[in-house]
């Protein structure tokens, strides 16, 4: 009885074959009944992936032919070179070779280092002050906060994200370039800490997004096993927490950094913009950002200047996704060394 039920119950041998055909890939499967706005819609998403991709490769190119006339263009050369942008050169006036940007002027100057100084000010002093202020936020809402009080806090920062930059820029330009002038007593009322101080507020909603992301998303059985074994809140944090989730902090900071290499108004409005060959950070700077912001609009077309500038934003380009690049690097590297799949 139970064998016949057995044999009734097993599917004939031409529809056996058939699945294990349909298995190896010899026979077409049968096409599921997906709503053609379906494929439609995946169609649309590729398009504009692709297109996101493309106008980035597109901006590039078009920034860098306009700067390629300063590799080849005779006319260019005979105001400007490469080498004399990175070289220390000796002018009129002066006793001695000096990097000096002064390109509107009878003898145009285009020395690009003291650029390349303050936009390095400029960067070191936001990171300092938003890097800790935004992890040290991610820990406080994610470990030690009540749902009211991350309620309330988490909104307020991410807020900071919406303010604009020109706001930004004209409170440092208003309020905190004279505290800290006479807090500090300052000899530049417009220097590379005031800048710096303005731009982490545009950095610090930054990293503390991705950073709570990154401490949330470590499991939560690493804490419990952390506190089972009789570890303290602060020893969890610093050898379990953070360890796990630095994979996301470190790609927290690669972003900040690049928005602080590239951030424009802020740093135009509040750093003085004055091209000085200086390590002191109390004295007024130029970024390499400002100075397109700022001269671009009075060049003439395709002129030694113009070229330049190009030149410049053609540097910050690369400047941006070499940061973006390492971060990536240094992320896949602290992936596999904590053993987190790629």
């Known amino acids: 009885m139970s064998n016949g039920t057995a044999k009734a119950s097993m599917p004939p041998p031409g529809q056996v074959n058939t699945v294990l055909a349909q298995v190896e890939g010899r026979v077409p499967r049968r096409r599921s009944n997906v709503p053609a706005w379906h494929h439609v819609a995946e169609v649309m998403i590729r398009v504009l992936a692709l297109t996101a991709i493309a106008a980035i490769v597109l901006i590039f190119a078009f920034v860098a032919k306009e700067a390629l006339p300063l590799l080849f263009s005779d006319n260019i050369h005979h105001e400007v070179t490469l080498r004399q942008m990175w070289t220390a050169q000796t002018w009129p006036g002066y006793d001695s070779a000096e990097h000096i940007w002064q390109p509107v002027s009878n003898i145009p100057k285009y020395g690009i280092w003291p650029l390349i100084l303050g936009t390095l000010k400029v960067s070191i002093v936001s990171m300092l002050v938003a890097t800790p202020l935004g992890v040290a936020s991610a820990l406080y809402l994610s470990q030690y906060a009540s749902r009211r009080v991350r309620e309330l806090v988490k909104p307020a920062i991410e807020l900071l994200a919406g303010i604009p930059s020109v706001v930004l820029g004209f409170f440092a330009l208003m309020v905190m370039a004279s505290w800290f002038q006479d807090t ?29 992301e990154a401490i949330g998303a470590v499991p939560r059985s690493y804490v419990e096993a952390s506190t089972a074994l009789g570890a303290a809140r602060w020893q969890t944090i610093v050898r379990v927490l953070l360890p796990a989730a630095s994979p996301g902090i470190a790609a927290a900071v690669a972003l900040g950094l690049g928005r602080a290499v590239g951030e424009t108004l802020v740093v135009l409005m509040a750093s003085g913009n004055a091209a000085i060959t200086s390590a002191s950070f109390t004295e007024s700077v130029r970024t390499l950002s400002a100075s397109v912001a700022a001269e671009l609009a009075e060049v003439v077309f395709g002129g030694p200047h113009y070229t330049v500038l190009f030149f410049l934003g053609t540097f910050l380009f690369v400047i941006t996704f070499g940061i973006n690049l390492m971060g990536d690097f240094a992320i896949r590297r602290m992936k596999r060394k904590l053993g987190v799949g790629l």
Do not use: H, Q, Y
């Not at 000899?187 to 950073?211: K, Q, Y």
């Open 184 to 212: 500090f007593d300052l000899d530049s009322r417009l220097n590379a800490i005031v800048a710096g101080v303005a731009l982490s507020f545009a950095i610090i909603p930054l990293i503390f997004t991705i950073s709570e």
